[in-house]
T-cell receptor
């Protein structure tokens, strides 16, 4: 089955810095890669996703890049703000599968 | 739209007790799923359903049963609770495959003593 590794487990940055979270996956048939943000005590919410026919996608301060050859994808947050502090999860899904595989999460702390 | 709702928000059980976690969605989504979230483990899929009357196992199905009699409801049953089932449980739904945007419920925090 699919295996998703997510690094780092904790990331501490100063407000205004950039943050990068990386995930690697094992199943070359995976073709959909969402990122979720989960604030303390809240539900996960989709913040951005990318499909395997695209190399990069941006949404304001958030971007995701995908390297299919190396089987890794990354979340980039620029100009971080304290409200970006949360746990971020990546996931990988094979198109014909109904079973998403999630990474273990990255706790992002943005210091004012 | 209420989106995805879950009840209860908190529950404490004794080992061996049974209970049902409720999940409902009002978006007419075909795909519904149950996850458990444990510290440092991410989200792990327990069971999922691709439509009324159709369910299947996810990654960690042991100790849990599900049914899907209507499009709206997808309850999760613990037949004989064990301390290892202490976790936060999330229900989610999406219009079709999980490659569509998944919407999560607010979660149920379950403690088994």
């Amino acid at each position: 089955g699919e295996n998703v590794e997510q690094h780092p487990s904790t990331l501490s940055v100063q407000e205004g810095d950039s943050a990068v979270i990386k995930c690697t996956y094992s199943d070359s048939a995976s073709n959909y890669f969402p990122w979720y943000k989960q604030e303390l005590g809240k539900r996960p919410q989709l913040i951005i996703d990318i499909r395997s026919n695209v190399g990069e996608k941006k949404d304001q301060r958030i971007a995701v890049t995908l390297n299919k050859t190396a089987k890794h994808f990354s979340l980039h947050i620029t100009e971080t703000q304290p409200e970006d502090s949360a746990v971020y999860f990546c996931a990988a899904i094979r198109g014909a599968s109904y079973i998403p595989t999630f990474g273990r999460g990255t706790s992002l702390i943005v210091h004012p | 739209n209420a989106g995805v709702t879950q009840t209860p928000k908190f529950q404490v059980l004794k080992t061996g007790q049974s209970m049902t976690l409720q999940c409902a969605q009002d978006m007419n989504h075909e795909y519904m799923s149950w996850y458990r979230q444990d510290p440092g483990m991410g989200l792990r899929l327990i069971h999922y359903s691709v439509g009324a009357g159709i369910t299947d196992q996810g990654e960690v199905p042991n100790g849990y049963n599900v049914s899907r009699s209507t499009t709206e409801d997808f309850p999760l049953r613990l037949l004989s609770a064990a301390p290892s089932q202490t976790s936060v449980y999330f229900c989610a739904s999406s219009p079709g495959l999980p490659t569509d945007t998944q919407y999560f419920g607010p979660g149920t925090r379950l403690t088994v003593l």
